[in-house]
């Protein structure tokens, strides 16, 4: 595990018109909801990903859907502070693809709860999706995905400031080159904001991403634990 002191796939992003109003939002994704529990293939990328897609909030858009955007995806939500969805995210179950809506907001798997101690900081929303399966051992813990290694925005800086107990962020991005850049703009960006809780990095195996590294074993819990 690194510690920093105190102080692959291709995205599209909509400009389709999808409605943004967190009602219509909330009324669209029950439909993806209802379309998985009755679509065998994304059930099948789910459990192939390790994703409990009964556990989970996500949903699956058809090919027959209205709308282009976001067709043959499993589709998860973001929320805003008050926990309503004003924004989706999709992840094509055949090929790499992903999709963001056109004035992507919200955070995924939602806004970390107030009482947080420990905040797990993932790479990608399928990242966040696979931690939330687990059980990790820990108390007082939220995960939240970042948008890529980049992808951490002023949404994400400011609800992470608004932590008043928070001790420790656990970075978890990918075990590579952008991976371990990211980590660094990521921490710098805090310190810019005066975060000045712990930082430190899960030491992820070369050329592996959470997601992949639990399909690849068996014990799962057991492997982000030891991590």
Known sequence: TTTYPTSKSTLQMSTSSTPQDPSALSQLFTTYQ???????????????RCLL????EVGYKSHKAEGKWGRGCIIFPLLDARGEIVSLYGRSIKGSN???????????????????KTLLLC????????????????????VL???????LTEEHVAAIDKLEHLEEIIFALDGDAAGATGVKESVSKLRAKEV????????????????????GHEDREGLFREL
């Open 98 to 116: 992903h999709y963001y809506q056109s004035g992507r907001r919200g955070l995924y798997p939602g806004y970390p709860g107030s009482s947080t």
């Open 53 to 56: 897609w009964r556990q989970l």
């Open 145 to 151: 995905a970042q948008y890529g290694t980049n992808g």
């Open 123 to 142: 790479e990608s929303v399928i990242d966040a999706a696979t931690l939330q399966c687990l059980d990790l051992g820990l108390e007082n813990y939220s």
């Open 34 to 48: 209802k379309s998985l529990h009755n679509h065998t293939l994304s059930q099948q990328y789910c459990a192939s």
């Open 196 to 215: 000045e809780v712990k930082c430190s990095e899960l030491a992820l195996l070369e050329g592996e991403d959470v997601n992949s590294m639990a399909v």
